[in-house]
T-cell receptor
Framework: DVKVTQSSRYLVKRTGEKVFLECVQDMDHENMFWYRQDPGLGLRLIYFSYDVKMKEKGDIPEGYSVSREKKERFSLILESASTNQTSMYLC????????????????FGPGTRLTVT | AQKITQTQPGMFVQEKEAVTLDCTYDTSDPSYGLFWYKQPSSGEMIFLIYQGSYDQQNATEGRYSLNFQKARKSANLVISASQLGDSAMYFCAMRGRTGTASKLTFGTGTRLQVTL
């Protein structure tokens, strides 16, 4: 079974703190993704990575950075947390596919509910 | 750009009945993939079913089927014989192209409540 794990289920941080969210997958997937989920907005892509040390911005990258030093690990960094970054953060991974119509589903971790006070 | 629209924020269905969750999409790509995910209250996203844009037949996975109408750009999820455990948020998503890799674009979700 594919397993995607995230370092914390719940996290409370103060405004201005640097926050690290870690994600690890065990299926040798090339692609890894970070989303945030907010009520009424669905999931929005923050950043993704298709290879070690490679990253691309998603739809809402402002205020975030990422790091992928090893294939199985993808970190999301909030350089200076703000209250508007209070959200559920979901990590996902998938095999690389160049066929948009091909099946390569994303497998998700359990999520980290981050509260910034 | 891709867009997914789910117009039903919430739905109720009685146990053992069938229910249809609506999803429409917009894309200019001739090739794309459509996905449905379930998110129970525990928070984890669970992949349910997939439809490729070139697939001739509607996808089915157990009690889940996808009513794919390409001309209307709709990909509705049908759950037959609903169970209490089907109560969850359901998200429709589409894979499109951005940069080097493909990405999923999600709708805003439909909350399904199964009642006795």
């Amino acid at each position: 079974d594919v397993k995607v794990t995230q370092s914390s289920r719940y996290l409370v941080k103060r405004t201005g703190e640097k926050v690290f969210l870690e994600c690890v997958q065990d299926m040798d997937h090339e692609n890894m993704f970070w989303y945030r989920q907010d009520p009424g907005l669905g999931l929005r892509l923050i950043y993704f990575s298709y290879d070690v040390k490679m990253k691309e911005k998603g739809d809402i990258p402002e205020g975030y950075s990422v790091s992928r030093e090893k294939k199985e690990r993808f970190s999301l960094i909030l350089e200076s947390a703000s209250t508007n970054q209070t959200s559920m953060y979901l990590c996902a991974s998938s095999h690389l596919t160049r066929r948009l119509a091909g099946l390569s589903e994303q497998y998700f971790g359990p999520g980290t509910r981050l509260t910034v006070t | 750009a891709q867009k997914i629209t789910q117009t039903q924020p919430g739905m109720f269905v009685q146990e053992k009945e069938a229910v249809t969750l609506d999803c429409t999409y917009d894309t200019s790509d001739p090739s794309y993939g459509l996905f449905w995910y379930k998110q129970p209250s525990s928070g984890e996203m669970i992949f349910l079913i997939y439809q490729g844009s070139y697939d001739q037949q509607n996808a089915t996975e157990g009690r889940y089927s996808l009513n794919f109408q390409k001309a209307r750009k709709s990909a509705n999820l049908v759950i037959s014989a609903s169970q209490l455990g089907d109560s969850a948020m359901y998200f429709c998503a589409m894979r499109g192209r951005t940069g080097t890799a493909s990405k999923l674009t999600f709708g805003t979700g439909t909350r399904l409540q199964v009642t006795l």
